[in-house]
T-cell receptor, first 113, second 117 residues
Framework: AQSVSQHNHHVILSEAASLELGCNYS??????LFWYVQYPGQHLQLLLK??????LVKGIKGFEAEFIKSKFSFNLRKPSVQWSDTAEYFC???????????FGQGTTLQVKP | GAVVSQHPSWVICKSGTSVKIECRSL??????MFWYRQFPKQSLMLMAT?????????EQGVEKDKFLINHASLTLSTLTVTSAHPEDSSFYIC?????????????FGSGTRLTVV
């Protein structure tokens, strides 16, 4: 069965610290990968996505993610976080086999000013 | 850009009553819409896939008789929680798919917070 796993459930960082959130997927067929962010009280927003090509994907607000096929991973990174990055982050994968978009468990990021 | 409108944004209902949630794609046609449920501090769990003009496909463990989904037009899908109970209290989110087979076309509604008392 398809699944998406996020390793970090709750991350606390100080401003300017570097961020890396792990995401692994278990899928068959062609997989497209996404990272979404959900700020407190708001709806989901797309940070970045990977379909094909360059495995290093750059998104909005200085975020990037790297697709490593051999590791079935799509980790999210940001060199220097800001207090405004405090939010819930979700990794998601879409399988061409099922046509479904499945989410990971989510990671709560808290950035201390 | 593509916009999905979800209504109501929050609702409180009495146990045993039914609640209808609407999901509309405002500026595009969506042949497929997805319904998710999100419990506090948890991820989005896919409940069902709604296809225009046909029966919805429910995920394992989701009661189709309790969560009625109707997708009567290319811009509207509704989720009706029937005979609601307190354990149905959750955040319900819809997502409309702009282009069948193209994963880039997911747009999410702002969600509906349902509280059953």
């Amino acid at each position: 069965a398809q699944s998406v796993s996020q390793h970090n459930h709750h991350v606390i960082l100080s401003e300017a610290a570097s961020l890396e959130l792990g995401c692994n997927y278990s899928y068959g067929g062609t997989v497209n990968l996404f990272w979404y962010v959900q700020y407190p009280g708001q709806h989901l927003q797309l940070l970045l996505k990977y379909f094909s090509g360059d495995p290093l994907v750059k998104g909005i607000k200085g975020f990037e993610a790297e697709f490593i096929k051999s590791k079935f991973s799509f980790n999210l990174r940001k060199p220097s976080v800001q207090w405004s990055d405090t939010a819930e982050y979700f990794c998601a994968a879409h399988s061409s086999n099922t046509g479904k978009l499945i989410f990971g468990q989510g990671t709560t990021l808290q950035v201390k000013p | 850009g593509a916009v999905v409108s979800q209504h109501p944004s929050w609702v409180i209902c009495k146990s045993g009553t039914s609640v209808k949630i609407e999901c509309r794609s405002l500026d595009f046609q969506a042949t497929t819409m997805f319904w998710y449920r999100q419990f506090p501090k948890q991820s989005l769990m896919l409940m069902a896939t709604s296809n225009e003009g046909s029966k919805a496909t429910y995920e394992q463990g989701v009661e189709k008789d309790k969560f009625l989904i109707n997708h009567a037009s290319l811009t509207l899908s509704t989720l009706t929680v029937t005979s609601a109970h307190p354990e149905d209290s959750s955040f319900y989110i819809c997502s409309a798919h702009q282009s069948p087979g193209q994963p880039s076309g997911y747009t999410f509604g702002s969600g509906t917070r349902l509280t059953v008392v």
